[in-house]
């Protein structure tokens, strides 16, 4: 009778997730998919609900991915190469350097926004500009980024690696030829999910001025407004046109980011390799 | 210089052999390929081989024995100085390679590793095509020529060519166990080493394998030096020229070091040993 | 065929320097500092304002004043109701996430079928991959209203609707660090309580959750600080209205939800205000750092037991 109980409550603790993500897929395709059309992927935003479209917002959120992976990759799989290949574990900087990394992964997003903030926008000088949200959401996710890389190269067999240096290679030659190719799918996973929780983010962008009437296709150094920003502006409007608006616009977002974790993990399952 | 015989079969040819069979002083008339003198391999003060001294003759193979952990695999990384990419080892004494210091202050490891090269317990193909993997060593070494001279005659040599020669591009991970070792054999050929150092090459192979392996070992010691660890002692019996054994020893706190305890032509090993503790093990008391 | 090595002298080993190799470890450990000059951003810019802050109001009256008023006239500078705010929607976050997160986690590691765990679980990944913004949304349009529905009788802007809805969206968080630890526990554990007779209520609660528990309480403090951290739901849902109130039917403010407000808007830099932004920053800061210490060797400890 007890285990019986206990296995209903398990269940409903399930329950209780899917039904709450049903609830708000539900609410979201009902009141924003009349509003999926040409006007809101391609207009530009007003103060009319009706006349009002996403078009900058998408764009920048497109451009900021892209400057987002530029930027995250060679950073993060250099830092990751440093800290399996190069780095000698027992010195004590690099095991500050571990310890730091995993800290910064685990720092509220808003403070990278503060960071944002204080150096790029007003220490250096830079503005409220796409080129800061994007330097802002690649410190944000670099940490994840540098964790999933280190795991993709570290599952490589040191049995390969020893293989290449007895030939004769160099330590580079051996990283780059045979270490990376073999990681690349880890690596790639782990950069595709970080793509999509930076696209989702918004108060940092928040902080760094995103949240501006931006009537314009956004430039790199331009003022802009990312899609979250705009959806989160759209909420705070009155009436219920914008709220449906919201919803419109959470639908395009939620796209985006679902089709990027799907892709991460079929990535995932179709290269992992049975060492 | 011995010539490359078939291994004996039957014991009559075994007694043959040892009786027209070179003595030691035969062997010492070769050219010195290594000269160990008093090396101590330690990993973090804890000595893994004490003391070793020996002299390993071109275009012989001289095979390497013991009981585990008498530090066989610790001794012959030092020859092409694997054991530089353990941060916590540490080497004492002196290895000289056709009469240089291979740990000399300006020597690079990447030449020598160019000119020693070896082979794995467990074959450790890279997840390529067979091609590419042939071809790594040329590649990263920039060698001058055709490359794809250079892999056929490399897996020739192997005794693989036939089988691979219409599937080059099929990855290395297709081939069976025995296969893959030769792939890594012509792997390390191709970049035209001096000696060729083997890890126990055939231990996680079927005995069909094993014996093409050995067949392939007799041919390449004429245009090769080849130093073979193994834990097989009638492997060593067949295949090698000189046999040095190692055994353990205690350290004075207690702990544990492989030394060398006897080296020489491998039949007197086998039937004649000078020190007890070598008889011990041939004839299977111990280890 | 001829020996090429013996045909080819055996030159000296020259030691070709590689000035390629230096290169590239040179900037790779560039790659490496980035991740260093970000944590030294963060608090260089965590501190300098925050210190001009408490020069000017006593960190005293900041730590134990219960008004929140900066702009006011006299200003007032007590963070407690934003402590408070932050506190009661971690609260009531967590009353939903830990219990339906361990229990999605049991039920996932010891009762499900594989075929059936390669579903759910996924399927948690998709709720933990949904945007912040989106649960706002959800908290605020659909949350509240169903609330005052059933009789619940909420703010329109209120902590309770932000803090179920941020309760679910840590559900993932809790759920798969806990499997982890709970899948961590050899099977040899289980085999010898099943062999005893134990049913799978009591292997669970008996044998693998204790086994696994410091797994399990790190996924808690996880949770708690990833809830304490968490700034679009309660900006959105909670409310910018920083009363003291330990009731979560009415409108709170959180420390994050403050930062946010305050910094998108155009403050003049250098002002008392804009300083706020970086004192309450420090202090979220400090609150997240020690509970991401404190799970960090909670994870290390159960690692090292059964690894």
Redo the contacts between chains.
């Keep these: 009778m007890?285990?019986a109980v206990?296995?209903a409550?398990?269940?409903?603790?399930?329950a209780?997730?899917?039904v709450?993500?049903g609830?708000?897929l539900y609410?979201?395709f009902s009141?924003g998919l009349p509003l999926l059309d040409g006007r809101l992927l391609t207009g530009l935003p007003s103060s009319l609900a009706e006349e009002a479209g996403a078009r900058p917002a998408i764009f920048a959120t497109i451009e900021m991915g892209l400057l987002l992976i530029a930027f995250v990759v060679?950073?993060?799989v250099?830092?990751a190469?440093?800290?399996e290949e190069?780095?000698n574990k027992e010195r004590w900087y690099n095991r500050l350097?571990e310890v730091?990394?995993?800290?910064?992964a685990?720092?509220?997003?808003?403070?990278?926004?503060?960071?944002g903030?204080?150096?790029l926008v007003?220490g250096l000088g830079l503005g409220r500009v796409l080129l800061a949200g994007a330097m802002i959401l690649t410190?944000l996710v670099?940490?994840t980024v540098?964790i999933a890389a280190r795991e993709a190269i570290r599952a490589v067999p040191s049995s390969i690696r020893e293989g290449a240096y007895a030939l004769g290679a160099?330590?580079?030659q051996v990283v780059w030829r045979q270490v990376l190719p073999a990681a690349l799918p880890g690596i790639a996973t782990g950069a595709i999910l970080a793509l999509?929780?930076a696209?989702?983010?918004?108060?940092p962008l928040?902080?760094i001025?995103a949240?501006t009437y931006v009537p314009f296709n956004p430039t790199l150094l331009g003022e802009f407004t990312a899609l979250?920003v705009q959806?989160?502006d759209w909420?705070?409007q009155p009436g219920d046109d914008f709220?449906a608006l919201?919803?419109a616009g959470?639908i395009v977002?939620?796209g985006i980011?679902?089709t990027l974790?799907a892709v991460a993990?079929l990535l995932r399952n179709r290269y992992q390799k049975r060492w | 210089m011995p010539e490359a015989k078939a291994p004996p079969v039957t014991i009559a040819e075994m007694n043959v052999q040892i009786q027209s069979a070179p003595g030691m002083e035969d062997l010492r008339k070769n050219e010195v390929v290594f000269d160990v003198d008093d090396v101590t391999v330690s990993y973090e003060g804890d000595p893994a081989i004490s003391n070793v001294s020996l002299d390993v003759y071109k275009n012989l193979i001289t095979a390497i024995i013991g009981p585990s952990g008498c530090g066989k695999s610790t001794f012959i990384r030092c020859f092409n100085r694997m054991n530089d990419l353990i941060p916590s080892a540490e080497i004492d004494g002196h290895i000289e390679y056709?009469g240089?210091d291979l740990y000399?202050p300006?020597?690079?490891p990447?030449?020598?590793r160019q000119?020693i090269g070896m082979v794995f317990q467990k074959p450790n193909p890279f997840p390529k095509p067979i091609y590419d993997n042939v071809a790594f060593g040329p590649r990263v070494l920039n060698m001058p020529g055709s490359l794809d001279e250079r892999v056929q005659?490399a897996l020739?040599?192997a005794a693989l060519w036939d089988d691979v020669k219409d599937r080059l591009k099929r990855n290395a991970l297709s081939l069976s166990g025995g296969q893959q070792q030769r792939l890594c054999i012509a792997r390390a050929l191709a970049v035209?080493?001096?000696v060729i150092l083997m890890d126990e090459p055939a231990s996680a192979l079927d005995p069909i394998a094993t014996s093409r392996i050995e067949d392939l070992m007799h041919d390449l010691k004429?245009?090769?030096t080849i130093l073979i660890v193994t834990h097989n002692m009638q492997q060593a019996a067949r295949v090698a020229d000189a046999t040095a054994f190692f055994s353990v020893d205690r350290t004075e706190d207690g702990g544990r070091t492989g030394v060398l305890v006897e080296y020489d032509v491998t039949h007197k090993i086998f039937t004649n040993p000078s020190d007890k503790r070598t008889e011990d093990y041939v004839t299977g008391r111990f280890g | 065929?001829?020996?090429?090595?013996?045909a080819?002298a055996?030159s000296?080993?020259?030691?070709?320097f590689?000035p390629?190799?230096l290169l590239?470890?040179l900037?790779?450990?560039?790659?490496?500092l980035?991740?260093?000059a970000?944590?030294i951003?963060?608090v260089?810019?965590?501190l300098q304002?925050a210190i001009d802050f408490f020069r000017e109001v006593s960190i005293v009256d900041y730590l134990t004043g219960r008004e929140w008023a900066p702009l006011f006239e006299p200003p007032h500078f007590g963070v407690q109701p934003l402590l408070v705010g932050t506190f009661v929607v971690t609260a009531v976050a967590c009353a939903?996430a830990i219990?339906?997160?361990?229990?999605?986690a049991?039920?996932l590691s010891e009762?499900a079928r594989p075929r059936v765990r390669g579903f759910?679980k996924?399927?948690?990944?998709?709720?933990a991959?949904?945007?912040?913004?989106?649960?706002?949304?959800?908290a605020?349009?659909?949350v509240t209203p169903l609330l005052r529905d059933i009789g619940i009788q909420v703010e329109i802007f209120n902590g309770l609707s932000a803090g179920l809805?941020m309760g679910?969206m840590l559900?993932?968080t809790v759920?798969s660090l806990s499997e982890d630890a709970m899948q961590g526990v050899p099977n040899a554990l289980r085999d010898g309580a099943y062999a005893l007779g134990s049913?799978?209520?009591q292997v669970a609660?008996r044998v693998v959750v204790p086994a696994a528990l410091s797994g399990i309480v790190a996924s808690f403090v996880?949770a708690i600080?990833?809830a304490?951290?968490?700034?679009?739901i309660v900006?959105?849902a909670a409310g910018q209205q920083p009363t003291f109130t330990w009731d979560p039917r009415n409108a709170v403010e959180t420390m994050?939800a403050f930062?946010?407000a305050t910094?998108?808007g155009d403050v003049p830099?250098g002002s008392i205000e804009y300083k706020t932004?970086?004192a309450v920053?420090l202090t979220?800061?400090v609150i997240?750092?020690v509970m991401?210490?404190i799970?960090?060797r909670l994870v290390r400890r159960y690692r090292e037991v059964y690894e």
């Design positions: 007890k285990a206990f296995r409550f398990l269940l409903l603790s399930l209780v997730g899917f709450t993500l609830a708000l609410d979201v009141k060679p950073i993060g250099g830092t190469i440093y800290l190069y780095a350097l730091n990394i995993a800290n910064l685990a720092v509220p997003s808003i403070v990278y926004g503060i960071l903030l204080a150096f007003r410190l670099l940490p540098i160099t330590r580079w999509s929780r696209l989702g983010e918004t108060a928040i902080m001025g949240l979250p959806i989160y909420i705070g709220r919201a919803a959470i977002l939620l980011v679902l974790n993990i | 056709h240089e000399g300006k020597v690079d990447v030449e020598v000119r005659h020739e040599q035209e080493p001096d004429r245009n090769y | 065929m001829a020996a090429p090595a013996a080819r055996i000296l080993e020259r030691s070709r590689r390629g190799e590239i470890r900037l790779l450990g560039l790659c490496a980035v991740s260093v970000t944590t951003g963060i260089v810019a965590l304002p939903v219990p339906c997160g361990l229990g999605s049991i039920f009762y759910l996924p399927a948690l990944e998709i709720l991959g949904i945007p912040t913004v989106v649960f706002g949304y959800f605020l349009t659909f809805v679910v559900i993932p759920a049913n799978k209520l609660t996880l600080s990833r304490v951290g968490e700034t679009m900006l959105i994050t930062i946010a910094g998108n830099r932004i970086f920053g979220l800061f997240t750092f991401n210490v799970a960090t």
